[in-house]
């Protein structure tokens, strides 16, 4: 049966290579328990320079120091002021993912938008009452308009009281147009 070491050369580097990473082994992990303990001792107040120079018993100074600071029981006096800390959340669900939908804005009323132009107020009514109407067999009429305690009489197409005029006269209601608005309103045949 053969082993694959008939070739003496390259066993013999195979095993210089094998002996070269044990070693290289046996170091990391030496040097990782010699070099936590310096990472530890600079977090920690440093103990007198009465020790030793020796890596080994600093070493061991420092752990017993590193072990002292870790004392497990709990420390109600540190513990105190964090008792008073209430959380104030956002309101948001945290165990969702996605972020909540961004509010919807309710609409301003009608004369709060931006931009917002009042429409123009309504014309004023037409003061005219319509008092009366006279005929003749032919078909001509004239209407009696009263404003106040003044009474016109007038016929279609006419203007009244220098601003309104009068645009069709029915039985019972005639139709002004007040000329300065062209604002139209219907008058009904008042009784009295």
Known sequence: ??????DKKKTAIAGVLLVAAVVL??????????SAAPAATTATPRPSSTASPS???AGRKSRL???QTLDPTLRFDLLKPSEGVTYKGTGRDIFRSQPEPAPIPK????????NYVPPPPPPPPIDLKFYGFASRKD?????????GEDIFVAKEGDIVDRRYKIVHIGQNSVDVEDVLTNN???LPLQAG
């Open 184 to 186: 139209r309103q219907t």
């Open 25 to 34: 082994l046996v170091r990391a992990f030496r040097s990782d328990e010699g």
């Open 1 to 6: 049966m053969k082993l694959g070491t008939e």
């Open 65 to 67: 120091l590193l072990a």
């Open 107 to 114: 609409p301003l009323p009608p004369d709060r938008q931006p």
């Open 139 to 147: 078909g001509y009429k004239r209407i009696f308009l009263s404003k």
């Open 55 to 57: 890596g080994t018993q």
